[in-house]
Nanobody, 122 residues
Framework: VQLQASGGGLVQAGDSLRLSCTTP????????WGWFRQAPGKERQFVAF????????YYSNSVKDRFAISRDNGRRMVYLQMNSLLPEDTARYYC????????????????WGQGTLVTVSS
């Protein structure tokens, strides 16, 4: 079982990045998906959630209006468009498959990718 996240890198404040999550071994359309991030020395933090049919999305307050989560079931991809990046967005970003429970809790997700590192310089 593998989720492959990609698209991270080193950018300057104000720049944009799009993260991608490949889900080759999952029935992507049967699940909701989320993005989390973890900065060094900090706990894993909820970023965004998209429901199975993409009709519902949730965001953390810190990224709302700057980030957008989307999904392409045909391509088995989940995306995170990140705009107006800030130095405090620096973290490793993880995509994860929602299993059950509260969307913003990591324990509600049962499959995780290896993460992709985003570094935002000031």
């Amino acid at each position: 079982v593998q989720l492959q996240a990609s698209g991270g890198g080193l950018v300057q404040a104000g720049d944009s990045l799009r993260l991608s999550c490949t889900t080759p071994r999952h029935a992507i359309n049967s699940y909701a998906w989320g993005w989390f991030r973890q900065a060094p020395g900090k706990e894993r933090q909820f970023v965004a959630f998209v429901s199975r049919g993409a009709e519902t999305t949730y965001y953390s307050n810190s990224v709302k209006d700057r980030f957008a989560i989307s999904r392409d079931n045909g391509r088995r991809m989940v995306y995170l468009q990140m705009n107006s990046l800030l130095p405090e967005d620096t973290a490793r970003y993880y995509c994860a498959r929602h299993f059950r429970g509260t969307y913003y809790q990591p324990s509600s997700y049962n499959y995780w990718g290896q993460g992709t590192l985003v570094t935002v310089s000031s």
